[in-house]
């Protein structure tokens, strides 16, 4: 074990790299971050059983875990046997990414049943795909009383507003934050005529905390009007953080609406994160003052400051 501890403590992305991990009845209690990235398990159960192994674990990220039923028989065994292995340490912090549902179900029930759960923030991304949108969704059935920060990327090809008229993708289960970070991919130039401008209200109205006071927003659209933005080889041009001038295309006046309903009295602060001259935003949001006096508006040279 301590080779092991040498390893974590000398390359903190180990556990990208590290395969069919079993620890066994041995406890690494220092390590209080793990990164995991397509690391091998046995099956969705067993990552709940690497977990107990880490008793002091505040962070755990697990993105696009790869499952494979080879060793489930052999394995299976193992995990099963240990019947003295302690419960999952209580998690402070989450991190999805393409994580399959049944995955997300094992682990929440698991860490649910964790003493003193404390689950307090989540990170994800919601795309086209509707079953790494259901694991979301269960981190939201078990842990939205207790959740205060949650940050999502919606990365979503097929429009923002057939997100939520053509699944259940919800976030009302999340009653108790405090602070939301909200990043949107917009598939398109940030203009009157892309729809998908049309979901930003639609996703504050999903918001449902009376105790949230501060919502971050910032939007990465096609920046058709730079050809900077192509990728030379291939002519793909990526997303940019778009303008303050840009976003007075958004419908404020939904926003408006969405942020001044019942329920959403404690919000103090939207900041709007974005690039250039803040004052075409500025002049736009005065016709909703004095509820825009809590806007901060955060400038940034280029998109890589996010």
Excluded at 39 to 54: K, N
Excluded at 117 to 132: A, H, K
Aim: with cysteine; aromatic share 8%; net charge negative.
């Amino acid at each position: 074990m301590a080779q092991f501890k040498a390893l974590l403590e000398s390359d903190p992305e180990v556990g990208t790299f590290v395969y069919d991990l079993v620890l066994g009845e041995h406890q690494v209690g220092f390590y209080r971050e793990l990164p995991e990235e397509c690391v091998r398990f046995d099956s969705g159960d067993s990552i709940p059983c690497v977990l107990a192994s880490f008793t002091q674990l505040k962070a755990f990220s697990l993105h696009s875990p790869l499952l494979s039923g080879v060793y489930g028989n052999r394995l299976s065994g193992i995990y099963g046997n240990h019947l003295g292995q302690p419960p999952p340490p209580p998690l402070e912090a989450l991190d999805f990414i393409s994580v399959p549902k049944h995955v997300a179900l094992l682990l929440c029930s698991s860490l649910r049943d964790a003493p003193d759960s404390t689950l307090r923030s989540f990170s994800t991304i919601v795309s086209d795909d509707q079953d790494t949108n259901a694991s979301a969704m269960h981190v939201f059935s078990f842990f939205g009383d207790s959740l205060t920060e949650l940050s999502i990327t919606f990365d979503v090809y097929s429009g923002l507003q057939a997100l939520f008229e053509t699944s259940s993708f919800t976030m009302q289960d999340c009653t108790n934050l405090r602070v939301i970070h909200l990043k949107v991919h917009i598939h398109g130039m940030c203009d009157i005529t892309n729809h998908d401008l049309r979901g930003i209200p639609t996703i504050l109205g999903q918001i449902s905390s009376p105790h949230l006071e501060e919502i971050t927003l910032s939007i990465l659209a096609d920046p058709m009007s730079d050809y900077h933005g192509l990728d030379s080889e291939c002519g793909v041009r990526g997303l940019s953080l778009t303008t303050f001038a840009g976003l007075a295309e958004l419908d404020w006046d939904a926003i408006n609406n969405a942020l001044t309903r019942e329920g959403m009295s404690s919000l103090r602060t939207l900041t709007v994160v974005a690039r250039g001259p803040k004052d075409p935003l500025h002049g736009h949001l005065a016709t909703w003052l004095p509820m825009w006096k809590t806007v901060s508006l955060y400038s940034v040279e280029t998109s890589n400051d996010l």
